[in-house]
């Protein structure tokens, strides 16, 4: 591909030049994967353009002719433009997190002295108060200078986007998404190099990490107010249970077909307004964890996984969508 051949016939022979190579090179592999890139100014975490805030924008800017553009509107999978910007200057990337269809999961070190756990700790114990002893799965992951840990997880099968946050998942442990970007490597800033540490693919952002990442839905003025989780009735309960235990329990030629029943039935209390789609998205991809990786019955296809369980489990939704129930 570009980036090879770039690399090849033009990396150069001082240290600088195949540092710039390497930029250019690497720019277009994240390209050639889907990931929106940008410029960022040599040495520093900053983006190269545009070099003036929203509220200081006087149309000068081609970019900004119409309407003040940002970096995340200017960041691009497009070869050309990749090669023309990294080959005028040896520009730092930044990956934008939301039109990447990534979330990046930050977490950092404390400063010397500072009594506040390392972010790394306090997410190893968060997931293992999820039930998830064997940790994070395995994704896309870099180590920043300062020896902080980016997790790269996809989140293109979900609805809506997630938007950044910061502390929200714990101390230390910031996320980017929509509206948020990562340095990535082989970035050197004034602090350090930006360092690969998992080559692998990155996979799908964790079901219970997407519930606790989804904002509360703000309801429009006359439209009653979704029940808080500790009012729930027992009824209410007693469907999710129920309807979690047959996705479980499903044989590996039916799965699909209860997982779609299942949802289809929370959908029906989703439309009613007694259950958050977010909720019940999230108990039934809980209820697919065994299911995953688990190869299907026809052995040409791929195996199982939680990309393909939402899919179903939003067509189910809004099929019973169309018959609102409400669990009194
Ligand atoms: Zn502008």
């Known amino acids: 591909m570009n980036a090879k051949r770039w690399s090849s016939t033009h990396a150069g022979s001082t240290p600088a030049e195949n540092r710039h190579g390497a930029l250019l090179a690497t720019a277009l592999e994240y390209a050639a994967r889907g990931w929106a890139v940008f410029p960022l100014t040599p040495g520093s975490k900053r983006p190269a353009t545009p070099r003036h805030p929203a509220a200081e924008c006087d149309h000068t800017d081609p970019w900004c002719r119409r309407e003040h553009t940002g970096w995340e509107q200017r960041a691009t999978t497009d070869p050309d433009r990749i090669t ?14 939301g039109p990447s269809g990534l979330l990046v999961i930050d977490t950092d070190t404390p400063k010397p002295g500072a009594a506040t756990a390392p972010g790394e700790d306090t997410l190893a114990a968060l997931t293992a108060a999820h039930g998830r002893t064997e940790g994070l799965p395995a994704t ?7 020896g902080g840990v980016h997790r790269y997880y996809t989140t293109a099968h979900l609805p809506t986007p997630l938007g950044n946050t910061a502390g929200r998942l714990g101390a230390l442990i910031d996320t980017r998404g929509q509206g948020g970007y990562v340095v990535a490597p082989p970035t050197t800033t004034d602090a350090g190099r930006y ?14 990490l997407v519930q606790r990442l989804t904002p509360r839905p703000v309801e429009p003025s006359g439209v009653r107010e979704l029940r808080p989780v500790t009012d729930r ?7 999710l249970a129920k309807e979690a235990e047959h996705v479980r329990e499903a044989p590996e030629g039916g799965r699909n077909h209860a997982l779609f ?5 929370l959908g029906e209390f989703v439309a009613g307004g007694s ?11 809980d209820a697919c964890t065994a299911h995953y990786g688990k190869p299907a019955n026809d ?3 791929p195996p199982f996984t939680e990309a393909e369980a939402y899919k179903t489990i939003r067509s189910g939704i809004r099929r019973g969508a ?3 129930r409400t669990a009194a």
């Open 84 to 97: 023309r910007a990294w080959t005028a200057r040896p520009y730092g990337i930044g990956i934008a997190c």
């Open 140 to 146: 896309w992951t870099t180590r920043t200078p300062s």
């Open 275 to 285: 259950l958050s789609e977010g909720e019940a998205a999230g108990v039934l991809l």
């Open 261 to 265: 029943l299942a949802a289809r039935c």
């Open 195 to 208: 360092e690969v540490t998992a080559q692998i693919e990155a996979t799908p952002l964790p079901a219970w």
């Open 299 to 301: 052995p040409k296809r």
């Open 322 to 324: 169309t018959k609102p």
């Open 233 to 239: 009735s027992a009824y209410l309960r007693a469907v």
